[in-house]
């Protein structure tokens, strides 16, 4: 699906908008087309009432703004043993095969699916993120002939790591997606 599609757009926004949508599209076809084609025309709302189910869905089940805001709060005063720990679980929910690694710049070696990837996440909690540490990702990257390198950070990263990053291919993880990586596995207990 194309990424600014109607559909797209509509998976995007608040459910009810795509039932607004459908209601809509119903009392137009039945107020505009006769009694007997009415019914038919009416079924070209079907596909709004099922994006609406699909993003009433997947609003229901996502956590909340506060809670959000509380998992990073948690993770922010975690130790690394802790957090570590964490993540491997939240990891190993969604399906991959976690190891840890004690290679400069990658902390854990994840397996699924045929592919792997490496992550640095000792420094999630580090005020300032330069392009250093992503480099050294990159050549854990390289030694572990993983398909995808994972930089974990809870603060942004600086304008030069983050087009370094970009460049070079490495996913950034922020604290907004750590939490909703956290939430997912505590939902799954």
């Known amino acids: 699906m194309a990424e600014n599609s109607l559909f797209a757009v509509l998976m995007r926004s608040r459910w009810w908008i795509s039932f607004a949508i459908c209601a809509a599209v119903v009392a137009a076809s039945l107020a505009i087309f006769p009694k007997n084609i009415s019914p038919f025309a009416a079924l070209g709302a079907f596909p709004f009432f099922v994006v609406g189910c699909i993003a009433f869905y997947r ?6 703004p506060a809670q959000m805001e509380e998992i990073q709060q948690v993770i922010a005063a975690q130790s690394w043993a802790d957090f570590s720990a964490q993540l491997q679980t939240a990891w190993q929910a969604e399906g991959y095969d976690v190891q840890r690694l004690n290679l400069p710049g990658a ?6 699916n045929g592919q792997t990837s490496v992550v640095s996440a000792r420094r999630w909690k580090a005020a300032t993120h330069g392009v250093e540490p992503l480099r050294e990702l990159q050549a854990a990257q390289a030694k572990q002939q993983a398909d995808l390198a994972i930089y974990v950070a809870l ?3 600086g304008d030069n790591a983050s087009s370094w990053a970009a460049q070079n291919q490495v996913v950034v993880l922020n604290g ?5 990586l956290i939430a ?3 939902k799954k207990r």
Not at 107 to 112: A, K, V
Not at 176 to 180: D, G, I, L, R, V
């Open 59 to 64: 609003q229901m089940s996502a956590p909340s």
């Open 107 to 112: 902390d854990l070696l994840l397996t699924r």
């Open 155 to 157: 603060q942004p990263l």
């Open 176 to 180: 907004q997606s750590m939490a909703t």
């Open 184 to 186: 997912k596995s505590r």
